[in-house]
């Protein structure tokens, strides 16, 4: 079982930056991939960015040269930095873990935290 712990969401206004951190009750090593995912009120969860166990990573075209995933593996904490904030980046923020073996597949999820960006 993995336990996922996010933390630094807040209120920011259009322009500012965030940082969030999700801790994990695990070595992050034996994790495949951690990302991040929001919500918006009335909208579908959607994936903003992911970064796999060899460091490769993927972003939403919208957060694209904006935020940034890593991950310290020392730490077992993934990152989300947001810079350049927009009121559309509004939403609570889950971080994910997913680990994969040849024929399953685990999802966890941590709590949410809310990023509210003011105009």
């Known amino acids: 079982q993995v336990q996922l712990v996010e933390s630094g969401g807040g209120s920011v206004q259009a322009g500012g930056s965030l940082r969030l951190s999700c801790a994990a009750s695990?070595?992050?090593?034996?994790?495949?991939?951690m990302g991040w995912y929001r919500q918006a009120p009335g909208k579908q969860r959607e994936l903003v960015a992911n970064?796999?166990?060899?460091?490769?990573?993927n972003y939403a075209e919208s957060v694209k040269g904006r935020f940034t995933i890593s991950r310290d593996n020392a730490k077992n904490t993934a990152y989300l930095q947001m810079n350049s904030l927009k009121p559309e980046d509004t939403a609570v923020y889950y971080c994910?873990?997913?680990?994969?073996?040849?024929?399953?597949?685990?999802?966890?999820w941590g709590q949410g935290t809310q990023v509210t960006v003011s105009a």
């Open positions: 970064i796999t166990n060899g460091g490769s990573t």
């Open positions: 994910n873990a997913v680990r994969y073996g040849r024929t399953w597949t685990r999802d966890y």
């Open positions: 695990v070595s992050i090593v034996s994790i495949n991939a």
